[in-house]
């Protein structure tokens, strides 16, 4: 896996993604610093945005402690793709989304200008919206977020 992630095409590392998805079920909350190091190098959306909601979801579903002990750190944090993720974990969860924790991870980032957070807000918004709708107009209504934010979370309410 380290030795496809290290090569220069991204097709390698798209290669190393796909065989991660494929062993979902294999991973361990002794997993999430390799993870995390994928994340922080060969940084792109596409890559993040498969380890967050697969890899990083399903560590943080099968070991809640790490959601306090690792992620939430990633939330607060300084780097892009570890706060992305942060915002971007619980993405399939629909109704055993821990709500407080989105939410408090949307509004901690929420004053950024980065392009990727905003959008990742928006994201987690919208997925989030097909189980929750109301929670997620009323999140939207009170709380000052950028607009690719509220217009990528509103798309289904």
């Not at 190091?37 to 498969?50: E, F, M, N, P, R």
């Not at 570890?82 to 980032?109: A, D, P, W």
């Not at 209504?141 to 509103?154: A, Q």
């Amino acid at each position: 896996m380290k030795n496809l992630w290290k090569k220069e095409e991204r097709e390698y590392q798209y290669a190393a993604l796909d065989y991660i998805n494929k062993s979902l079920s294999l991973l361990t909350k002794d997993h999430l610093p390799f993870v995390e190091k994928l994340i922080t190098s060969k940084s792109s959306w596409d890559t993040v945005d498969s380890l967050a909601p697969n890899a990083v979801g399903q560590i943080a579903k099968v070991y809640p402690e790490v959601k306090d002990e690792v992620i939430e750190n990633w939330a607060l944090g300084d780097h892009l793709w570890l706060r992305r993720s942060s915002i971007l974990f619980q993405i399939k969860y629909k109704g055993m989304t821990e709500e407080c924790r989105l939410y408090r991870y949307i509004v901690h980032n929420a004053s950024s200008r980065e392009f990727f957070i905003q959008k990742g807000i928006g994201w987690a918004l919208r997925e989030y919206s097909k189980t929750n709708p109301e929670s997620v107009r009323q999140f939207i209504e009170v709380h000052e977020l950028p607009s690719l934010s509220v217009r990528e979370g509103s798309k289904y309410i």
